[in-house]
């Protein structure tokens, strides 16, 4: 018996032994560094600001005032060719342009509802956000090939014209096809190289740096295929919207 109540303390001298020893005095001073390093090195990351959901908030709303209350495109009867320096003008007047961002939009809702969710990114809004953030510099990308590098070199204006003067078909249809059709510096119809090539380019720089993205040759094609049918439909808009804003909004 006694050697069994032996055992027992001298177990319980070896566990006091192994714990944490009581901190003295400078110990904390120790600590503090150690402390700071974890925060900076290990410390989980801090929840998103509110200020930055409040911006981001404001941008759109600016964005959509923009878009129903700006300036239209111009009519095609007041169409006049582009110097080089004017062409580097419109591309910086559509980085930030509503259609822009609404290209950006488009792109990014596509991904998440068609295709297979990426795993590169996050879940729930997050995860969007970051796509978003993504085809937005695909798009200014895009933006910066078909506005002005391409159509400098081609001789072709960026810009779309519209024809308020046709019948409804034949306008729908007008505005439909300047995805394929364009003006050239000298003023006569032609493909819109500036858009495909452009279109391309961008794409296919695209697969450099956007995360979890299908290369190659078909997958280029294939969202090059879905930019001429969503610009197609943003020219339709800005084709009809003027109009619509004046008998709705009397704008």
Request: hydrophobic letters at 35%.
């Amino acid at each position: 018996m006694r050697l069994f109540l032996g055992c027992i303390f001298l177990g319980s001298v070896l566990a006091a032994a192994q714990g944490t020893p009581p901190m003295d005095a400078a110990q904390p001073t120790q600590a503090q560094p150690q402390a700071n390093q974890a925060e900076e090195h290990g410390s989980p990351p801090k929840a998103p600001d509110s200020s930055k959901l409040h911006r981001m908030t404001l941008m759109i709303k600016k964005q959509i005032n923009k878009a129903i209350n700006g300036k239209s495109c111009p009519s095609l009867e007041n169409w006049s060719p582009l110097t080089t320096r004017e062409k580097f003008d419109v591309f910086l007047h559509r980085t930030y342009s509503p259609r822009t961002f609404a290209a950006a939009a488009i792109d990014t809702l596509k991904d998440s509802s068609i295709n297979k969710r990426n795993p590169e990114y996050e879940r729930s809004f997050m995860g969007f956000g970051q796509e978003y953030g993504v085809r937005l510099g695909v798009t200014e990308t895009e933006v910066f090939f078909e506005q002005f590098l391409v159509p400098s070199v081609l001789k072709q204006d960026p810009r779309y014209f519209r024809n308020p003067s046709l019948p409804f078909f034949r306008r729908a249809f007008y505005s439909v096809s300047r995805v394929l059709v364009t003006r050239s510096d000298a003023g006569h119809n032609t493909f819109n190289a500036s858009r495909i090539v452009g279109g391309a380019a961008s794409q296919a720089l695209g697969d450099l740096y956007v995360p979890g993205q299908r290369q190659g040759f078909s997958p280029v094609l294939n969202r090059v295929t879905f930019d001429l049918v969503r610009d197609a439909g943003l020219n339709l808009v800005h084709e009809f919207w003027p109009d619509l804003r004046h008998r709705f909004l009397h704008r």
